[in-house]
């Protein structure tokens, strides 16, 4: 962090969603999105001053979380 990257572990547990954690957050973050984690993220470290948060996903994450997701419902055509 001394270096201005905050860069966060992330995982996906298909009850929770995305799990953030890094010894300089108090306590695992989750959201549903990455893009929402980011945020809280942020919010966590509001005192904090630019940081360049960075989320590293585990291997697997992307594959768990696209598997955890409802199937598409397919398109109807047009008219």
């Known amino acids: 962090m001394g270096n201005g990257r905050f860069n966060v572990a992330v995982s996906f547990d298909e009850r929770?969603?995305?799990v953030g954690t890094h010894p300089g957050l108090?306590?695992?973050v989750?959201?549903?999105s990455l893009g929402g984690l980011r945020?809280?993220?942020e919010i966590a470290l509001l005192p904090e001053v630019d940081v360049d948060i960075?989320?590293?996903l585990d291997r697997g994450a992307p594959w768990r979380?696209?598997?955890a997701r409802p199937p598409a419902r397919p398109?109807?055509?047009h008219a």
């Open 16 to 18: 929770r969603g995305y």
């Open 26 to 28: 108090r306590s695992p």
């Open 30 to 32: 989750t959201a549903l």
């Open 39 to 41: 945020r809280r993220i």
């Open 54 to 56: 960075r989320l590293e």
């Open 65 to 67: 979380a696209a598997r």
């Open 75 to 77: 398109r109807r055509p």
